[in-house]
């Protein structure tokens, strides 16, 4: 079940986040760009706006020069996922010998359509654009229930923007780092903003094991890259970072398609309903709707809390300095165009610079 139209109230408790830690090195924030492509093409590309030209709110379709830039752009940000199946993992409510436990139990294979998903979580530098464009003040990218608590969500000096920053800015060195400080309806703002979605539970999981899983079993690995951590691979408590790393960072941890940092750096919101089931001797109580969030953390300390089987959740308000998250755009429907004949003169690779 998503959350884009309907909420519950489920229960959870959380282990709080680390201290914000001082801000790493800067990586460069790498900006894609067609010179070539039409003043306004080129403008909502650089935005990463381009699901809107291949899949137009209006319906109205853009011509062919637009599109095939708009392709280029998702060919270097996202990855696809084909259609398939995960096996899917839940938790329910019990009372044991020992008192009151969560047991896990297995859902068992869910179907996954095709989606192209970010290769990395949306950044501080990426998020500031939606700001900029005044993501806070438009309507229609809130649920009519949220608009009027629009002014709550702001940062530490009272700008639109994320809980974390100062002035209507993210902390020096880390435009490249995921944006964290969001709430679920931030997140789902930012992504219809851009013309995507959050992805569901289980499109995230689906990105994070479908080139590794056993094709005969349908054994899944407990990591992108395989069954075993490794604190190089991603940024959890035992990679000694104890905060956000640029999405440049931890490649190794990477899929076989370039996917990077579903597991650790920062936990991501999913456009998943978080539903705790519970045996007749327990009743859940909450007053709050919460979504699934999926990956870890860099303050994870356990290493069964950060597999791609793994999830938890959060209230959809929660603003921590853990929590980012990263977009899909479905691919029913959408029909990339066929490679271009060489030439004489090859159109030229995108251009990639610092912002």
Known sequence: MTLTSILTSPFRLF?????????????????LD????????RQLIRLRRYAGIVRPRDGVPFDGESMRFAWKAIEHDMALVPAGS???????????????????HAIGPTPVESVYIDRWCVTNADYKHFITDGGYENPNFWPEQIVPTLSQFRDQTRHPGPAYWCD????????SHPVVGICWYEANAYAQWAGKRMPTSAEWQRAAVWENTNAE????PRYPWGDS??????????????GTASVQEFLEGNTTSGVRQLIGNVWEWVNTQYVL???DNVQV?????????????????????????????????????????????PATGLTPPAPQRPTDNPTEPPSTHDA
């Open 277 to 279: 089931a519970a045996t």
């Open 168 to 175: 209507g800015q993210p902390a020096a060195g880390t435009e």
């Open 229 to 242: 951590f490794d604190p190089q691979y991603a940024n959890i408590w035992s990679s000694q970072r104890h």
């Open 285 to 329: 109580l909450s007053n709050e709707p919460m979504a699934e969030i999926r990956g870890g953390a860099f303050d994870s300390y356990f290493h069964t809390h950060t597999t791609a089987q793994a999830r938890s959740a959060m209230p959809l308000m929660t603003r921590v300095t853990n929590l980012g998250f990263r977009c899909c755009l």
């Open 15 to 31: 282990r709080p986040s680390a201290p914000k830690p001082a801000p790493e090195p800067e990586f460069a924030v790498p900006v």
């Open 86 to 104: 995960v096996s899917m993992v839940a938790e329910y409510a019990t009372t044991t010998d020992k008192g009151f436990a969560l047991l896990p």
């Open 34 to 41: 067609f010179p070539e492509a039409p003043a306004d093409i």
């Open 217 to 220: 079993t349908g054994r899944e």
